[in-house]
Every structure is written in structure tokens, then in C-alpha cells.
């Protein structure tokens, strides 16, 4: 069974930056990754994916602001920039259902790495 492990939330002041990182720990094959928030009352939103080609999607309330890269063939990070007080929120990765050889992965969310972000 995939595992995902966050890291690299904590609290900033505004204008501030902070890198997430999530690692997937079996790595049956390469996943498609994406980064998801979710603040206190509200849904879960999309923040940023890289699938396995390397392409990469952004939330446009993130866009020019956060970074996403692929580490290795399973680790990502996000490199969020200019912070504001909008993006407190749980932060979530996710790899998307695939199948690797013989072996079904399912979708997969990590247990999320707090970021709060102070004006």
C-alpha cells in the first residue's frame, strides 16, 4: 500500500515563503502528484499537479506565486512565495489511482502539513 508523508508547513508572516515537500514511500512507478489545501469551514481545493510527463497545472489564485517541481521519481515540493493570509489552509498531497505492472495504486492523500500564514 502507497504511503505519501508532507512536510515543510509551519507559520510566516505575510509576504513570507515556505517549501512543502511530500514523498511517496513504495513507488511502485512514477504518479501523478498534486498539492491540494483545504481551510477551516471551506472545501478542499486544487493548488498544483506535475503528472508523470512533467506537465504542470496551477490554481490561478497560486499562479506566480508557488512552485512546483518533481525532486525524483517521487518526491515533490512546492515552493510557495509572497504569502498571504488566503492561503491558511491544510495542505495535502495526493497521487492519482494508476496502474504500475501488476499492481494497482489507488488514490492516494498524505495527512497534510499545517500552513498559517499571518498578516
Known amino acids: 500500500q502507497e504511503r505519501l508523508v508532507e512536510s515543510g508547513g509551519g507559520s510566516v508572516q505575510a509576504g513570507g515563503s515556505l517549501r512543502l515537500s511530500c514523498a511517496a514511500s513504495r513507488n511502485y512507478c512514477t504518479y501523478d502528484m498534486s498539492w491540494f489545501r483545504q481551510a477551516p469551514g471551506k472545501e478542499r481545493e486544487f493548488v498544483s499537479r506535475?503528472?508523470?510527463?512533467?506537465?504542470i497545472e496551477y490554481a490561478d489564485s497560486v499562479n506566480d506565486r508557488f512552485t512546483i517541481s518533481r525532486y525524483n521519481t517521487n518526491t515533490i515540493r512546492l515552493q510557495m512565495n509572497s504569502l498571504k493570509s488566503e492561503d491558511t489552509a491544510m495542505y495535502f498531497c495526493?497521487?492519482?489511482?494508476?496502474?504500475?505492472?501488476?499492481?494497482?495504486?489507488?488514490?492516494?492523500w498524505g495527512q497534510g502539513t499545517q500552513v498559517t500564514v499571518s498578516s
Open positions: 495526493k497521487i492519482d489511482e494508476r496502474r504500475c505492472g501488476t499492481w494497482r495504486v489507488p488514490t492516494t
Open positions: 506535475v503528472d508523470r510527463d512533467g506537465r
